[in-house]
């Protein structure tokens, strides 16, 4: 079975600057990969995934991500961060054959962007 | 893209009554349809994977008597909480796959007083 891990449960980075969100996986099976944003009360919103092909894959609102495989890790970047980020990220891991099958949350990651 | 209304949002109710939540797709055909529940300040948990015309596969520790899932049709799914109590609380998500993915409703906000 796949796992997803985050390490960082907060992240307090200030307005404009960088961020880094950490996500490692574990699977013995080739995966898909998501990041997931959630604002308070609402439901999840696909920020960005990888399935195949290129190993860095990009959001519209300026986050990136990379696939790692060697590292098994996917973290989460954005070079510059806006108030409007603050809300809660969630990386998560998925079997990557088969279709699109259940989905593991990892433990989440609440962004806080002080201005 | 593809969208996935959840109904109700919030939800209060009386403990040992039922409360069902609906999942619909609502421009694509969702052959599955997964059921979460999240606690507060904690990650999402799957509780169900919900297959159109066939009964749901539960998670291990999930009470399929107490969670009742219905997917009668390739655009709705439904999960009742049946006799629901306090601990039963929490904010609850359904998601549907497409060609494209994974798309997430809004969410429940069950609070059972």
């Known amino acids: 079975a796949q796992s997803v891990t985050q390490l960082d449960s907060q992240v307090p980075v200030f307005e404009e600057a960088p961020v880094e969100l950490r996500c490692n996986y574990s699977?013995?099976?080739?995966?898909?990969l998501f990041w997931y944003v959630q604002y308070p009360n609402q439901g999840l919103q696909l920020l960005l995934k990888?399935?195949?092909?290129?190993?860095l894959v990009e959001s519209i609102n300026g986050f990136e991500a990379e696939f790692n495989k060697s590292q098994t890790s996917f973290h989460l970047r954005k070079p510059s961060v806006h108030i409007s980020d603050t809300a809660e990220y969630f990386c998560?891991?998925?079997?990557?054959?088969?279709?699109?099958?259940?989905?593991?949350f990892g433990t989440g990651t609440k962004l806080q962007v002080i201005p | 893209g593809a969208v996935v209304s959840q109904h109700p949002s919030r939800v209060i109710c009386k403990s040992g009554t039922s409360v069902k939540i609906e999942c619909r797709s609502l421009?694509?055909?969702?052959?599955?349809m997964f059921w979460y529940r999240q606690f507060p300040k904690q990650s999402l948990m799957l509780m169900a994977t919900?297959?159109?015309?066939?009964?749901?596969?539960?998670e291990q520790g999930v009470e399929k008597d107490k969670f009742l899932i219905n997917h009668a049709s390739l655009t709705l799914s439904t999960l009742t909480v049946t006799s629901a109590h306090p601990e039963d609380s929490s904010f609850y998500i359904c998601?549907?796959?497409?060609?494209?993915?994974?798309?997430f409703g809004s969410g429940t906000r069950l609070t059972v007083v």
């Open positions: 998560a891991v998925s079997l990557g054959s088969g279709g699109y099958q259940k989905v593991t």
């Open positions: 919900s297959n159109e015309g066939s009964k749901a596969t539960y």
């Open positions: 699977s013995s099976v080739s995966v898909y």
């Open positions: 421009d694509f055909q969702a052959t599955t």
């Open positions: 998601s549907a796959t497409d060609v494209n993915g994974y798309t």
């Open positions: 990888y399935l195949s092909g290129s190993t």
